[in-house]
């Protein structure tokens, strides 16, 4: 028995390909939400000057709020605990940077600590979270 495809069936079914559209659309959207949320929501500064950086990789975030209180990602860390985690990611991740975040109300003191336990691991490759101005 010889199998043939009926004549009037020119048309090819796109459901499948609609389905996984769709679901991409989801996935995406939820991935957003995900890594919008793991940072803790500050006010960042506005910067003349500002560049958006070619590499988001091999950064570990770290953010300071106006009561000097240090996060990673949502979750409270003591500056001790910031230099173990800092000295461990310069170990294991090559070219290993740190983005600080600071709220545009925390006094230099706070951010000055941070910068300080950084360089005190070795980490002097720091970039400051900012927005650009539309000047």
Same mark, same amino acid.
């Given at each position: ?36 949320? =793991?940072?803790?929501? /500050? &006010?960042?500064?506005? %910067? ?6 070619? *590499?988001?990789?091999?950064?570990? #975030? ?12 949502? =979750?409270?860390?003591? /500056? &001790?605990?910031?230099? %173990? ?6 170990? *294991?991740?090559?070219?290993?940077? #740190? ?37």
């Amino acid at each position: 028995m010889k199998w043939e495809l009926p004549d009037n069936d020119d048309e090819p079914d796109l459901t499948p390909m609609i389905d996984i559209v769709f679901l991409l659309i989801v996935f995406f959207m939820t991935v957003a939400n995900v890594v919008t949320a =793991q940072k803790k929501p /500050i &006010e960042v500064p506005v %910067a003349s000057n500002a560049n958006v950086p070619e *590499t988001q990789e091999n950064r570990e #975030v770290i953010t300071v709020v106006p009561d000097g209180q240090i996060y990673l990602g949502t =979750q409270a860390v003591s /500056i &001790e605990d910031l230099k %173990a985690i800092v000295t461990e990611g310069m170990r *294991t991740i090559r070219d290993y940077q #740190v983005l600080l975040r600071v709220d545009s109300l925390t006094h230099f003191t706070h951010t000055r600590d941070v910068m300080t336990a950084c360089a005190e691991v070795g980490a002097v490759d720091i970039i400051f979270a900012t927005y650009q101005s539309d000047k």
